[in-house]
């Protein structure tokens, strides 16, 4: 079974800088899906970015990044310019590509980020 | 407006009653799905179903019970075999066979 790891339960980042969250996951697929969701306090989730893992280049959407790296089975999400709207607690999630019970999401435990104003 | 809509928004119950969540979608998603989420867990899978009349339970699937009688609707139902039941409820629909899933907006469940 697949298994996501978020290693940094807390992380805090001043207004207007960037921060980096870190996610690792356990797969002996080869094809899958790579997620960040965030979770403002109204409790909605909401998608940040995915990546195809069949795809090299890294996913951008505006001031979020990710670094992906196949091999080592880690996908950070760098958030630049940080706003307080940022604020917020953020999962990373994995999804096979195959099909059957496999398009389940298995989510991390989350991080909680806090925006210093 | 599209969207995945779960009612309550927050829902007591006494000890021992069964209840039953709602989760509406008309996303027109063959695939919907029931989280649980508790403090420091992270959200974690009860019920997916990824067809009318079909469904299969997840990880946590005790004390739980599904029905997907018709596309737009996967109401979950919390009996009162379920040792632990207070929480926040998350409904999910995707795209069958694509990636991203969509969430509702919850639904808090309290038992005094």
């Known amino acids: 079974a697949q298994t996501v790891t978020q290693s940094q339960p807390e992380m805090s980042v001043q207004e207007a800088e960037t921060v980096t969250l870190s996610c690792t996951y356990d797969?002996?697929?080869?094809?899958?899906?790579l997620f960040w969701y965030k979770q403002p306090p109204s409790r909605q989730m909401i998608l940040v970015i995915r990546?195809?893992?069949?795809?090299?280049q890294n996913a951008t959407e505006n001031r979020f990044s990710v670094n992906f790296q196949k091999a080592a089975k880690s996908f950070s999400l760098k958030i630049s310019d940080s706003q307080l709207g940022d604020a917020a607690m953020y999962f990373c999630?994995?999804?096979?590509?195959?099909?059957?019970?496999?398009?389940?999401?298995?989510f991390g435990k989350g991080t909680l980020l806090t925006v210093n104003p | 407006d599209g969207g995945i809509t779960q009612s309550p928004k927050y829902l007591f119950r006494k000890e021992g009653q069964n209840v039953t969540l709602s989760c509406e979608q008309n996303?027109?998603?063959?695939?919907m799905y029931w989280y649980r989420q508790d403090p420091g867990q992270g959200l974690r899978l009860i019920y997916y179903?990824?067809?009318?009349?079909?469904?299969q339970k997840g990880d946590i699937a005790e004390g739980y019970s599904v029905s997907r009688e018709k596309k737009e609707s996967f109401p979950l139902t919390v009996t009162s075999a379920q040792k632990n039941p207070t929480a926040f409820y998350l409904c999910?629909?995707?795209?069958?066979?694509?990636?991203?899933?969509?969430f509702g907006q919850g639904t808090r469940l309290t038992v005094v």
């Open positions: 797969t002996s697929e080869s094809d899958y899906y």
């Open positions: 179903s990824q067809i009318v009349n079909d469904f």
């Open positions: 999910a629909s995707s795209i069958v066979p694509n990636t991203e899933a969509f």
């Open positions: 996303l027109n998603h063959d695939a």
């Open positions: 990546q195809e893992a069949y795809k090299q």
């Open positions: 999630a994995y999804r096979s590509a195959y099909g059957g019970s496999n398009y389940k999401l298995t």
